[in-house]
Nanobody, 117 residues
Framework: QVQLVESGGGLVQPGGSLRLSCAAS????????MGWYRQAPGKERELVAS???????NYADSIKGRFTISKDSAKSTVYLQMNSLKAEDTAVYYC???????????WGQGTQVTVSS
């Protein structure tokens, strides 16, 4: 069973930055597809960014140029660097992992990001 543990959320002013981290258990992290989703109140969960096993990345249009996803396979950790934050980025952010070897998918518990002055 893979566990994903997020950290790094909090309250930040508009224009500020935060970095989210997601540490994964399991020995096959290098093969996982990892991603970050978010869910704002009253809205559906949406994909923010993803990173493949080879390092290819994909971003939602709403955050392109402001957010960067990266990973450290040695630490089995994926990051989401969020810059130039806006009020509309306020949401619970969830780490997601997909193991192609088992076709299992996994979710973190979520971390709150609030952008407000």
């Amino acid at each position: 069973q893979v566990q994903l543990v997020e950290s790094g959320g909090g309250l930040v002013q508009p224009g500020g930055s935060l970095r989210l981290s997601c540490a994964a258990s399991g020995s096959s992290f290098r093969t996982y597809v990892m991603g970050w989703y978010r869910q704002a109140p009253g809205k559906e969960r949406e994909l923010v960014a993803s990173i493949g096993s080879g390092g290819s990345t994909n971003y939602a249009d709403s955050i392109k140029g402001r957010f960067t996803i990266s990973k450290d396979s040695a630490k089995s950790t994926v990051y989401l660097q969020m810059n130039s934050l806006k009020a509309e980025d306020t949401a619970v952010y969830y780490c997601y992992g997909f193991d192609p070897l088992t076709t299992g998918d996994y979710w973190g518990q979520g971390t709150q990001v609030t952008v407000s002055s």
